[in-house]
Nanobody, 125 residues
Framework: QVQLVESGGGLVQAGGSLRLSCAASGRTAGNYLMGWFRQAPGKEREFVAAISWGGSSTYYADSIKGRFTISRDNAKNTVYLQMNSLKPEDTAVYYC??????????????????WGQGTQVTVSS
């Protein structure tokens, strides 16, 4: 069992930055594929970014590529999402998720067994 707690969300102006954190606890919390998803009002949950259990591989949605960076510190059991050049369309609830360490499809939500409660990110224009 893995518990995930997100933090770092908030209100920011367009062009600004935020860094989200996801603290994982539980047995072997560091041995999971970790991902970030987001869900805007009235829309389906969508993939944002993922990072392999060792941190050597990262994956990004086209919509945020070049603006967001995912990283992890396994010593702290924490995953980060650095978000720069934020746009109003980035407004959503952001969820952290943990999945099986070896996945061919990290962009799909069904690859993830554990989810956090989410943190709200609001970008004003």
């Amino acid at each position: 069992q893995v518990q995930l707690v997100e933090s770092g969300g908030g209100l920011v102006q367009a062009g600004g930055s935020l860094r989200l954190s996801c603290a994982a606890s539980g047995r072997t919390a560091g041995n999971y594929l970790m991902g970030w998803f987001r869900q805007a009002p009235g829309k389906e949950r969508e993939f944002v970014a993922a990072i392999s259990w060792g941190g050597s591989s990262t994956y990004y949605a086209d919509s945020i590529k070049g603006r967001f960076t995912i990283s992890r510190d396994n010593a702290k059991n924490t995953v980060y999402l650095q978000m720069n050049s934020l746009k109003p369309e980035d407004t959503a609830v952001y969820y952290c998720a943990a999945g099986a360490p070896y996945s061919d499809s990290p962009q799909f939500s069904y690859e993830y067994a554990y989810w956090g409660q989410g943190t709200q990110v609001t970008v004003s224009s």
